[in-house]
């Protein structure tokens, strides 16, 4: 094979390559999009059609122009600020504690024990079920919305963080105390790095749920402020269109969240196996 002969075939492999890269990239967002666009065609026939009544779920057109009335409220961007803040707050009001107690039960056989109980005793309990007893000691307060947000976030920190300390390959921990590594150094050395990509994980998961937990106790406390709220007041004024739209602007506030939670744990965990070299398939 001839030196322009070799240069051509490296030519052809490139091009092929760069190709079925751009078809990956395109392929996360052309799927997706056609799903939606699909989704919201049915939605549409089956409202045309008459098998679903227009007075209990508005068409597009009514829909939109809802959309368009809230996008332009300066009431929906408070809305939207209160409710994230509080599941924000909230979620590291969980988060930071919940972490550091399954680190410290991971590694602790005694505490596990300690604490195994109450934990499988108080992670069922949902936060909606609490919202009386917090409201009546706490009041419709941003405190009381944050510590329910706080109470559902504990348990799949503190959980996840367990699973991961005990997931440490023992030769690591073996190698750190061989060394003379001191427990401190071993926890941020070895310990935290092992069990970040489950911690992750859990971020990725609950952030969702902070902000549905958030929204859940503004339409359940009377007296606060955010986007259910608003929800319930479209939904006391008969406004159809605008309670939809509301749904539609919670659903795409937990979007962003989530969005926002997968790039960070990217930029963080940019070192791990998990994201080194990773492609959607």
Known sequence: MTMIETRSVGLRDRRRLTSSARWARARKLVLPAITVVVLIALYQTLISAGVIDDRFMPGLPALGTALGVALTDPATYLGMATTIGVALA????????????GLISGRNAYVYRALRFTVEFLRPIPAVALVPLVSVILGPTV???????AFMIVWPFYIQAVYGVRAINPVALETARSF???RTETLFRVVLPSASAYIATVVRLNIVIAVLVSVSTEILVTGTTGLGSLLIEYGEGANVPGMYAMVVIIAFVGMLVLWGASALEKLMLFWHESHRGKEDK
């Open 143 to 149: 405190q009381a919305r944050i510590f329910l947000c």
């Open 90 to 101: 909230g979620f590291l009001a969980g988060a930071i504690p919940g972490a550091l107690i």
């Open 180 to 182: 003379g590594v001191g």
